[in-house]
């Protein structure tokens, strides 16, 4: 009995670190829910909110499948691409945005080819699962959003994004519309405080 309660309060305070203390690797954790958690408490590749370029450097220096480069219309952004087959540039998986004048990574874009990188809730972020009214995913997973926009709309070359907004967690999600093709990108953004 005194090791059946033991393994309880082992279980019920794991839980209570996950949502609050422990970081959540996107690329190493699956958890069930999202809700209560925050994305200031979430690392992908060791990438996390706050961090500083000279930080984000590092991580990038440690990681020889990752490929960093400087966004050459926005000198404050580093896309980050996964390495091909013969160690070349691959895919753009990410996108790190700072803020200018800020020192802290204020959001990270996960792009639809970082899902093979990612545990299978997080992949699930990059399908249109996620962005719909019905799915017993989301509601479980991440709820239902607080707010949505039509974040760019040109009609005249059939491209509109629509962003769905999860201000407590500190999760955008964001539909792509582009000609016939639709796809999923989410982004870690500090959560608004309640």
Request: with cysteine; net charge positive.
């Amino acid at each position: 009995m005194k090791r059946l309660i033991t393994i309880s309060l082992l279980l019920i305070l794991s839980a209570i670190t996950l949502g609050q203390g422990r970081r959540i690797e996107l690329t190493k954790d699956n958890p069930s829910t999202l809700i209560s958690t925050n994305s200031t408490s979430y690392t992908i590749f060791g990438f996390q909110l706050g961090m500083s370029r000279t930080e984000a450097q590092r991580v990038l220096a440690t990681h020889k499948m990752l490929v960093g480069e400087q966004d050459a219309f926005n000198p404050s952004r580093i896309y980050v691409s996964d390495r091909g087959p013969r160690g070349q540039k691959g895919n753009e998986i990410l996108y790190l945005i700072w803020e200018p004048g800020k020192p802290g990574l204020s959001e990270i874009t996960i792009f639809t080819d970082c899902a093979r990188y990612l545990t299978p809730n997080f992949a699930r972020l990059l399908t249109p699962e996620v962005i719909s009214d019905s799915s017993a995913f989301r509601k479980t997973f991440i709820g239902n959003p607080d707010r949505s926009n039509a974040t760019l709309d040109v009609k005249s070359i059939d491209l509109k994004n629509t962003t769905y907004y999860y201000d407590k967690i500190g999760i955008e999600v964001t539909l792509v519309h582009s000609g016939k093709t639709e796809n999923v990108v989410f982004a870690l953004v500090a959560a608004k405080a309640n």
